[in-house]
């Protein structure tokens, strides 16, 4: 290998110390400046007391650290899977480009080479070139024993060293394009959502010093402005209007005012009826902040729809075409949905009564999910924010890899909707799927943790340690089976309820008797 010359290029031994010196100054100066970056953006999330984004960031730090170690595999792996000789027919099945795209290839390398020889005007010159062409042919034809370790038995490499090298990029590129792709969605969408901040204000400029949901009004439910707009009428075809006009209505206004306004009451007359001044929009972008930590991260399922995916990249298949609609049609079901779930409580309401006293609360109750669990909208829009950021990935890596015109990005006709759709989805999803999410998903039967401040999660956290342990025994130091620890979760609710009146006046749980 050293000194072979060529493309291959020499190996240490014969290369000079001051370009190994440059290289690796670069690399390792590039390297400590991403770590401070990394490392001074997380001081600056924890002195803002952001500790969602904190975790998002060290989520971040972790992926970053995977990508090392599979770089290191690959490395350390390289001479061991080029050693690896299989059958040539082997290599003749579900190719991303068929074997007429490289027979035209390298027959129009062949040409375009034997133009360029032609087109010399210096005669003897070309004379030259023509002797030592054929003189290394004819060494290359004598140096079998060089040839390579797979080549000597007649068979090829499983994988070569220059895709070992692509496939490392990918893989590289993908996580990267996933991370950047998540961070603007949540950018974008929370811009959007920080909008609200003023309806928060004006609700609580309003009812100040009045409790919410009360009143000797009476309303009457068909003539209320929330109903009107989102009720659809009773039947059969009223269900299906609803869902036609779900799907419209994420594609523009969203979430009004009207809509903010009774979703907000109806969460705080669920789970905070005693504290009327509970910052609403505050505990929603907390409560965003939190799930955008298991967003950011690239799971192992993920990681397996990424072979599924290279897998099928079969040329004549259009694969990646195919594959770029479904997170297009996930992501019309899940703003769908939402949409959905707000008729679903206006209905609800709409068909229990035709006057109610005082102003109209919804219910928010997990029924109107997808098998009644509100989080697997948050599954969902991960899996549709990672293929997208698949296909944008892949589309860029062989742009930059193999150029525009190879077989492997395929025909123009695909290639533009799938950019198209993959655009669609990002502004989507940042400007509608996202805010509808964030205030959607709070009308499920449980509120999330995200409620307390850290200084109460830490204090119920260690409260409900010693309430289990003191639990686990009964008078005599025995241990208490079944009943003490149902008691336990009972007690650790209630606190949990009471503890529900965060921001201005939280109820923090004390160790009655128990310290």
């Keep these: 290998m050293a000194g072979d010359g060529g493309e291959g290029g020499n190996n240490l031994e014969f290369t000079p110390t001051w370009v190994v010196a440059v290289v690796c100054s670069v690399i390792v100066a590039a390297s400590f400046a991403a770590e401070r970056f990394l490392h001074y953006g997380g001081k ?16 971040i730090k972790e992926e970053l650290m995977l990508l090392g170690f599979i770089s290191l595999l690959l490395t350390v792996t390289q001479n061991g899977i080029i050693k690896i000789c299989v059958p040539e027919s082997w290599n003749h099945h579900m190719l991303p480009c068929s074997l007429q795209d490289k027979e035209e290839a390298q027959s129009t390398k062949v040409t375009s080479h034997f133009q360029t020889f032609f087109s010399f005007s210096d005669i003897p010159t070309t004379v030259r070139h023509l002797l030592v062409e054929t003189n290394s042919g004819d060494q290359q034809q004598t140096s079998v024993g060089k040839l390579g370790h797979c080549a000597r038995k007649g068979k090829v490499p499983l994988l070569s060293v220059e895709a070992l090298h692509h496939l490392h990029i990918f893989i590289f590129v993908l996580a990267i394009v996933h991370v950047a792709f998540c961070v603007l969605t949540v950018i974008f969408g929370g ?12 609700i609580l400029n309003e009812n100040k010093g009045t409790q919410p949901g009360l009143g000797s009004t009476v309303t009457h439910v068909q003539q209320h402005a929330f109903i009107q707009d989102r009720f659809t009428g009773f039947g059969k075809d009223s269900a299906v209007l609803g869902w036609v006009k779900s799907f419209f209505k994420q594609f523009y206004g969203s979430v009004t005012k009207l809509d903010y306004e009774t979703l907000r009451l109806g969460f705080i007359m669920t789970h905070c009826r005693g504290n009327p001044k509970f910052n609403f929009h505050k505990y929603m972008i907390r409560a965003l902040e939190d799930d955008f930590k298991k967003v950011v991260g690239i799971s192992w399922y993920l990681w397996i729809f990424v072979v599924i995916f290279l897998l099928l990249n079969v040329n004549g298949w259009h694969t990646y075409f195919w594959i770029s609609f479904i997170p297009l049609i996930l992501l019309l079901a899940v703003g769908t949905k939402l949409e ?22 919804v219910q928010p109750r997990d029924d ?7 989080h697997i909208v948050l599954f ?25 015109d190879s077989c492997i990005m395929g025909r123009v006709r695909y290639i533009v909707p799938r950019l198209v759709i993959g655009v669609f989805i990002q502004v989507l999803c940042s400007y509608s799927t996202l805010p509808l999410y964030a205030i959607v998903t709070q009308m499920g039967t449980h509120f999330k943790k995200a409620i307390f401040d850290e200084q109460v999660q830490a204090r119920l956290v260690g409260w409900a340690q010693k309430a289990k342990k003191k639990g ?4 005599n130091g025995q241990s208490v089976q079944g009943g003490s620890h149902d008691g336990a979760g009972i ?25």
């Design 191 to 202: 811009l959007k959502i920080r909008q609200w901040k003023h309806w928060e204000d004006s």
């Design 491 to 515: 007690q650790l609710g209630s606190v949990f309820r009471r503890a529900s009146a965060p921001e201005d006046n939280v109820v923090v749980p004390r160790n009655e008797g128990h310290e």
């Design 44 to 59: 600056f999330l924890k002195k803002k007391n952001q500790k969602p984004l904190y975790e998002a960031l060290l989520k």
């Design 368 to 374: 109107h999910f997808w098998f009644n669990r509100p």
């Design 340 to 361: 959905h779930v707000i008729i679903q409580l206006a209905h609800e309401v709409a068909e229990k009564h035709s006057a109610i006293e005082g102003e109209l609360v």
């Design 380 to 404: 969902l829009i991960h899996l549709i924010l990672f293929q997208n950021a698949f296909e944008i990935a892949f589309f860029f890596w062989i742009l930059f890899t193999y150029g525009f």
């Design 472 to 475: 686990l025994k009964g008078e």
